[in-house]
């Protein structure tokens, strides 16, 4: 039996790639589909798309970040201590490039695309909104995989979804929080200031940069 690693702690950046419309997507492409998809093993080219995306949002992510894991519709990676992070204008266009490749993936699609019914065809609406947090965490192992936990990391997935949609709004874009912003050297200048609010934590300020 291996024994598992101590926890260790560490200090930094936490990132967090969500596709919005994801689950819309798929349950419309289902639905319209349903008499013939998942016949005889037959899968949903959607979900290969899917695959694709995420696929190309880790290609740009990491490195310089280090991948923690996938959830479904979202990335999640963090700054190692051995990461070489970029920091001011290079994160951003980090972040910029993997939503221009992000949309380049899905124009991609259309090449490669086998139906366009009207469910099939939302895969235009799919868009790229991404979290930049930070702070303290632990990795530790659970279930036999190393996995980051404390309430920065919480948090971090709880911003995913703002309270205070009427500032987002539509379309891609990243949620920088004050204390990411600082970490990764970023002028805020440019960006639209936000207070996220949650129970048990402190306000949190934040900076929407919108991506298209």
């Not at 969500?18 to 093993?41: M, P």
């Not at 923690?68 to 190692?80: P, R």
């Not at 996220?196 to 300020?205: F, L, N, T, V, W």
Request: aromatic fraction near 8%; charge should be negative.
């Amino acid at each position: 039996m291996i024994e598992p690693t101590a926890p260790s702690a560490a200090n930094g950046l936490l990132v967090l790639a969500d596709i919005s419309g994801y689950t819309s997507f798929l349950q419309a492409v289902t639905h319209a589909h349903r008499d013939d998809a998942f016949a005889d093993g037959a899968i949903p080219d959607a979900y290969a798309v899917i695959s694709t995306l995420l696929d190309g949002i880790v290609e740009r992510l990491v490195p310089p970040l280090t991948l923690s894991k996938l959830e479904g519709d979202a990335v999640f990676a963090y700054e190692s201590a051995t990461d070489t992070t970029p920091r001011g204008d290079e994160m951003l266009e980090c972040i910029r490039g993997c939503y221009a490749h992000f949309r380049h993936r899905v124009e991609t699609a259309h090449s490669v695309w086998q139906c366009w019914c009207e469910a099939c065809s939302r895969i235009d609406d799919l868009d790229l909104k991404l979290v930049l947090h930070a702070g303290r965490y632990v990795l530790q192992d659970v279930a036999g995989r190393r996995e980051l936990v404390g309430p920065e990391v919480v948090i971090a997935h709880r911003l995913l979804k703002p309270g205070t949609p009427e500032l987002v709004g539509r379309g891609a874009f990243a949620l920088v929080t004050s204390a990411a912003a600082e970490r990764a050297q970023l002028q805020t200048g440019g960006a639209t200031p936000v207070v996220e609010s949650y129970e048990h934590y402190a306000p949190i300020d934040a900076f929407v940069f919108r991506l298209t």
